[in-house]
Structure formats: C-alpha cells, structure tokens
C-alpha cells in the first residue's frame, strides 16, 4: 500500500525530500494553504506534516477519512483539536525538542531588550532622534529571574541566566526536586516567585489553572516594577489586567511574542503600548530549528505509516 502525505504549509525541504525518499509514501507539498483549500485538498490523505499555520479543527478532520497521523513541526499542538482528532482515531505527534535553544535565545533577547529598552532606542534614533536621558536600563546581574513553567525551555534560559549572574527561582509542579539543582535554580510556590523576582518569565503550558493566570491578583503580588515576558502562549495573561498594571506603574514593561488570537486585533490592549515590545510569534522562527523541527516531524510520519511507531504522542488515549 501507498500511503500519502500532504504539507500544508512551507517546511524546510530536507523534510520534503525524507518523505519523498521513502518507499511507499507519496508527498504534496504544496506551500502554506488556506483552511478552505485544506479541507478541499484533505481526502485521500494519510497524514500531515504541518507547523502553525493551519488548523486541524473536525471539519478537516471530516473532509480527511483517511488520515491516521499529524505531526507537529514544533511544540504547541493548540491548533490541532487533540478530542476530534483522538475521535477519528489520528495520531497527533508533535518535535518538542528541536526548538528549545531558539525560543530560549529570543526569549533571554525580549529580557535584554526589556531590561535595556533597546528596541525604543533603535525606534528613536530612526525618528531623528539623539536621546541618552529617556533610554536608562537596568543590569540583569543580580536580579532575581522567576520562570513559571520549567520545562526545556525554562531550564536553557535558567543556565543562561545563571551566567549572566542572575538568581533564579522557578515554580513548575511537575518537574522533580533534583532537576531544578541541576540547573541552580531554586523552586518555589507561585506567591514566593511574584513576591521575589524583577524579571518574569512564562514558560507554561495552557491548562485550566494557567489561562489568564497573568491577572490582576496576580500582579498585586509581584514587585513593584517587575517587568513580564511571554514567548510561550498569549492566553497566559489577562491582557487587559496586564496593560492596567502597565499604566498603573505597578509593572514597568513587558515583552510579548505571543497572542491569544494571532495576529493580534487592532485594538489588543497591549500592541503598542508604552513601554511594552511586541514581536510577531519569532521565538522558535531560526533557520537552525526550522530545519530540526521539519526533519523531526517528517521522520515521526515516515516512521509512523511505515514503521508503525508512534513516538511524542500528543493524544495517548488514541492508542488505547
Ligand atoms: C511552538 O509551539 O513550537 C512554537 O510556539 C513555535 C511555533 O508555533 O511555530
């Protein structure tokens, strides 16, 4: 049997060619598809390689009968419906590896760049400007880091930031006592990381208990003149609660990456708001980690339809 795999999306062509190399698969990739050109192009297929540029949402599972597995270039699976798809019997595998040291390098520059306000002194200087007084930082040494969430990503930032002379605390339920002495960083409740760091940083995954836990109480708790950043998921915070703790001075700035919705409506809250730097989604977008990323799900597909392997497995219950 001959089993297909359509791309959705532009990957890296190391990943195109892995499939095409395959005996027994058959590869169409496309480019980057509409939702409506997706669903169109869905029968007949076996898989997905896809990235974050389209939903697996029931009506393209529907218009898919056939498709057993979708792999994930990257780690956030929430454009893909994990109930509908374990319904259909899909597989949903995601690359949680391949782009931690990307995200953790952009997330230690949106600290930086927080911390030092550079991207208002570039925007100055190309508005004409020669201004040394309204640009004053402050150093990373001797701060105190709190990462809420401590998983790969949270560890790499932790180990840079140790080098940077920064003390870091840490809140993630989940990870054993030993890992976070690994990476000489102390773990804490929730209410110790608000009361004790300057720098923020959100490395969760979004849960029940962590949507919106960004929030006004939230920010009571935390120092005066904090400053937040967020390269994992937009819904972490409470915007509108975040840019009041902005204006109120509580907060001093933040540093976003991410949205609820992506792109962000023109009236978010917090896009262009003083005093806090937004870039578009580009925590994980290197050319090092696409190409990782690319290959890792093209080779968890291949494996899968030919080998039969299920590996970062999203949706366990379907295997059941
Ligand atoms: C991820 O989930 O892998 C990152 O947020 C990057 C992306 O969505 O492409």
């Known amino acids: 049997m001959t089993f297909h795999v359509l791309i959705p999306d532009d990957v890296d062509p190391k990943a195109i060619d892995i499939l ?79 782009n931690t040291i990307s995200t953790a390098e952009f997330t230690f520059g949106l600290m930086l760049s927080l911390a030092r306000q550079i991207p208002a002194g570039d925007a100055s200087m190309k508005a004409g400007k020669w201004d040394r007084k ?50 000489h960083t102390e773990s804490v409740d929730l209410d110790t990381l608000y009361a004790r760091a300057n720098f923020i940083s959100l490395h969760a995954l979004i849960t029940d208990e962590t949507r919106g836990m ?13 400053r937040i950043i967020n390269a994992a998921r937009g819904a972490l915070i409470n915007d509108a609660d975040l840019a009041e703790g902005i204006k109120s001075g509580k907060v001093t700035g933040a540093a976003l990456d991410v949205y609820d919705v992506e792109p962000p409506p023109a009236d978010h809250p917090l896009v262009g708001l003083a005093n806090v730097i937004d870039t578009p989604h580009l925590a994980a977008s290197t050319s090092d980690a696409q190409v990782v990323v690319a290959i890792e799900a093209a080779e968890l597909i291949r494996d899968f339809l030919l080998k039969g392997a299920a590996q970062n497995v999203c949706n366990p219950a379907v295997l059941k």
């Open 134 to 183: 309204n640009f004053m930082g402050v150093e990373l040494r001797g701060k105190t880091l709190g990462l809420i969430g401590f998983g790969r990503i949270g560890q790499a930032i932790a180990k840079r930031a140790v080098a940077f002379e920064m003390t870091v605390i840490a809140h993630d339920p989940y990870v054993p006592a030993d890992v976070f002495a690994q990476f």
């Open 20 to 98: 095409k190399n395959a005996e027994g698969l058959t590869v169409t990739a496309p480019g980057k598809l509409s939702q409506e050109q997706l669903v169109a192009q869905s029968a007949g297929v076996h898989a997905m390689l896809i990235r974050s540029g389209v939903k697996i949402t029931p009506e393209v599972l529907a218009a898919a009968p056939d498709l057993k597995a979708v792999a994930r270039a990257g780690v956030g699976v929430d454009n893909v419906d994990l109930n509908a798809a374990t319904e259909h019997g899909v597989v949903v595998m995601n690359t949680p590896g391949g």
């Open 214 to 226: 960004i929030n006004t109480a939230a920010i009571a708790k935390m120092k005066d003149g904090v």
